[in-house]
């Protein structure tokens, strides 16, 4: 049996594995991409001139020396982030491992406009764009394809998630979701757990518990729709995560 202790080291440890694989990715972007800066810086910025052109990274490219739990994961399944410029939304999970985000949506555009004013240098002009803009979204969805694979597909097949994805209407490039429905959307549980992971690192664990708590509510999206249930379990993982690492 699992001790109490061993689950509470495997969440702290799965989110820093998280965290490095957004680092090793918006790093494996940034060398394939930087070069675009020096036309940027030439000829401006815009949405036509970004190309990604659909960059893809395969698990085969990431460095899993650098996990502590999720190299498992990241050699087993045939993980793959793609980099488009699409507009329906940040990013999205698609199953088998296939990830979608889009720059453009994250707000990459603004970002490095902004960046290469401050830096010289193209390379950590794009980093430091890139990363502002879609390291949230990556981790985000390395959450969602690592609960898929330590599920066996089944992260996603609670009541709530069943019914949401039975009604959910195909998702096309001017759909805007209604409020009613994106509050249902934002209490799917394995939605919750993946807006959690992005702001986890964040949590002040050198100040209070209730500051920790409040950093939470503060900055999980949707937290005041969550019913009490979900909103205690949230509390209960962010309180044992400051305690482990307080
Ligand atoms: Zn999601």
């Not at 699992?2 to 965290?19: M, P, S, Y």
């Not at 020096?38 to 490219?61: A, Q, V, Y």
Request: with cysteine.
């Amino acid at each position: 049996m699992i001790k109490l202790i061993d689950l509470l080291h495997e969440g702290v440890n799965e989110n820093k594995d998280l965290q490095e694989l957004a680092n090793q990715a918006i790093e494996y972007f940034t060398k394939r991409n930087y070069q675009k800066v020096k036309k940027w810086r030439e000829s401006g910025i815009n949405e036509n001139n970004l190309d990604f052109n659909e960059d893809i990274m395969l698990s085969g490219e990431f460095d899993s020396s650098k996990l502590s739990i999720l190299s498992n994961f990241v050699e087993d399944i045939r993980l793959s982030v793609v980099i488009d410029n699409s507009i329906w939304s940040n990013g999205v999970y698609k199953g088998n491992g296939k990830i979608r985000v889009s720059a453009k949506k994250c707000g990459f555009i603004s970002l490095v406009e902004y960046n290469i004013k401050f830096h010289d240098d193209d390379k950590k002009a794009f980093k430091t764009a890139f990363g502002a803009a879609c390291r949230e979204t990556l981790v985000h969805e390395f959450q969602h394809a690592y609960d898929d694979f330590r599920s066996s597909g089944k992260y996603a097949s609670d009541k709530k998630s069943k019914e949401y994805y039975k009604n959910k209407v195909p998702v096309g490039t001017d759909y805007k979701m209604p409020p009613e429905v994106r509050n249902i959307y934002l209490q799917l549980p394995h939605e919750y757990w993946a807006r959690l992971a992005p702001i986890l690192s964040n949590i002040p664990t050198h100040k209070s518990l209730l500051d920790a708590i409040k950093s939470l509510k503060n900055n999980l999206v949707g937290w005041d729709v969550l019913d009490e249930k979900s909103q205690r379990r949230l509390i209960k993982a962010v309180s044992s995560y400051y305690y482990k690492e307080k």
